[in-house]
């Protein structure tokens, strides 16, 4: 029973650090090319999540409603990028940083003005809500789709940057942005790349935690990207093997902890996370898989 | 082939680059020599679109390219390989050769180019899987050098490439550089190296703060003693301070 029930927890924790680390994939995204530390990215899953929301009421069936809001999610990315982050490219972090919050208190309260502050209920098809069996181990549907969505959306990606052109433009670009321009690459595509690639990701996330939680609001998207955000600075910030590890730590250690802390201290378990973190980056301040950092022009 | 006239360039309220005027014909070496500061690479990053020019023009075969971006200059066949090699360390020695080819319109001899590459620094082929960060000092100035010559260059700008190597890879970079020339390359060569530039170089331009000191062919520069005064004394402190 006590093995069945950790092996329980650590699919549960998988899961969800399946869905940081497609979080913390577009943040390093952006952030290995611009410096820009995109808190606006967790926006990106309530867009995509009100948008699924929307197409499903109207009528749309539950999947193609969730293939559309992702694509407007990655619409969104996209439109962001072109209207609040290019205008600014080139200046100073503190001020890119202070844009980003600008955009998520715009789009915040944008979906406030929308949808009201009030949560909605975010229905979700039977076989999201299941619970699978195998002997004594029982999983919901939902964690295994996660895994399996996610595990995909990694092969993919690792193909792309790893075999196209474009993809491996994208890492150089991330690398020495003017070697990059020396070469005569796109910049602007890249970016463009970047931001779309992250936001689409966001917008599985979107769906996937939507699912998950069972209701959405406007604010939803900005735990979730602190997490993430976590994540990718653990993992080695800019570095996308680092946010992929780093997602995933993250959810292990929030789940396990949350499984095995006697339960007069589990409501802490933020608390010992980020205790662990702490020390964790005391010992490798760039991060596991983070070089040290080079200076970047 | 290449026309520069009345450069100037600012970095911010610092006026880097005072009206450099200088001409490169079709199949010459011509090197820009210099003490550190001088402009030298500033002169090529405002050639390659990195840094905007204040006035001036540069025309490339009677074509105005002084508006350009760098990817539209990459694509006219004026490829920059900078300073510092500024290799991409991450990626494998095959995909930065790689980044060499984004702006060719034929990927088809893409392969046999590689190859080329090889027969010229055949180390790179033993480390072709390897990460670019891996390489030495010598390794990675030979892998800027075939990154860029993948790009097909009808202009080759070359920024400090015996920066920091072993008097041997200098060498052998230096020989490989006068290969290129003799096969009909039209070279920009920027060297803080004088004597081994002048040595390869058709015709040489020395640059001091920001304007141009002095021009002449090899025949000229080889017995001109303002080079010593102006450059080589003053060379032997950059080192110095490149060192500490």
Not at chain 2, 201 to 210: I, K, N, P, V
């Amino acid at each position: 029973m006590q093995l069945e029930y950790l092996v329980q927890q650590i699919i549960n924790s998988v899961s969800i650090g399946s869905l940081y680390a497609l979080m913390a994939i577009g943040l390093a995204m952006v952030f290995g090319i611009l410096r820009l530390i995109n808190f606006a990215h967790g926006d990106l899953i309530m867009v995509g999540s009100y948008a699924t929301l929307l197409l499903n009421t109207l009528g749309l069936p539950f999947w193609i409603a969730a293939l559309l809001g992702i694509l407007i999610s990655g619409l969104a990315g996209v439109v962001m990028e072109r209207v609040a982050y290019r205008p600014i490219r080139g200046a100073s972090d503190v001020a890119m940083l202070l844009t980003s919050f600008a955009v998520t208190i715009f789009l915040e309260n944008l979906a406030v003005m929308i949808f009201r502050a009030t949560s909605r209920p975010f229905a979700s098809p039977v076989i999201l809500s299941q619970v699978v069996k195998f002997g004594g181990i029982r999983v919901s549907s939902l964690s295994l789709i996660s895994i399996g969505i996610t595990l995909v959306l990694l092969v993919l990606l690792t193909i792309f940057v790893k075999r196209t052109e474009t993809g491996i433009s994208l890492r150089a670009t991330s690398q020495d942005l003017i070697a990059a321009r020396l070469m005569g690459i796109n910049v602007n595509r890249i970016i463009v790349t970047a931001f779309i690639i992250g936001s689409v990701l966001a917008g599985v996330v979107g769906v996937l935690w939507s699912a998950r939680v069972g209701k959405i609001d406007p604010l939803m998207g900005f735990q979730p990207v602190l997490k993430a955000f976590v994540g990718s600075v653990v993992g080695g910030l800019g570095s996308i093997p680092g946010a992929i590890l780093g997602g995933y730590l993250l959810g292990i250690m929030e789940i396990l902890l949350q499984a095995l802390l006697p339960s007069n201290l589990a409501p802490y378990r933020d608390a010992f996370v980020f205790i662990i973190l702490i020390i964790l980056l005391l010992f490798r301040p760039n991060g596991i898989l983070g070089t040290t950092a080079k200076e970047k022009i | 082939m290449l026309k520069i006239e009345d450069l100037h360039i600012y970095y911010g309220h610092v006026h880097a680059l005072k009206g450099i005027t200088l001409e490169i014909q079709d199949g010459e070496l011509v090197a820009l020599l210099g003490p550190n500061g001088a402009g030298k690479s500033t002169t090529l990053m405002g050639i390659s679109g990195i840094v905007s020019l204040r006035s001036g023009t540069i025309q490339y075969d009677g074509m105005d390219i002084s508006k350009k971006d760098p990817q539209e200059i990459v694509e006219l066949g004026i490829i920059h390989s900078p300073e510092g090699r500024r290799i991409f360390g991450n990626l494998s020695v095959l995909e930065n050769l790689r980044m060499g080819a984004v702006r060719r319109r034929d990927k088809s001899s893409l392969k046999k180019d590689m190859e080329e590459v090889f027969s010229l620094f055949p180390i790179l082929e033993k480390r072709q899987h390897q990460a670019g960060g891996t390489l030495s000092g010598g390794e990675q100035q030979m892998l800027a050098i075939g990154r860029a010559l993948i790009a097909k260059p009808r202009l080759l700008m070359l920024d400090e490439p015996s920066l920091g190597l072993a008097p041997l890879v200098v060498k052998e970079i230096f020989t490989v550089i006068k290969g290129l020339h003799e096969k009909g390359v039209t070279i920009l060569l920027v060297e803080q190296n004088a004597r081994q530039a002048l040595r390869i170089a058709d015709r040489s331009y020395l640059l001091e703060t920001g304007s141009i000191a002095l021009t002449g062919t090899k025949a000229e520069m080889a017995n001109n003693p303002e080079i010593e005064k102006i450059y080589l004394s003053r060379a032997d402190e950059g080192s110095v301070q490149n060192a500490t």
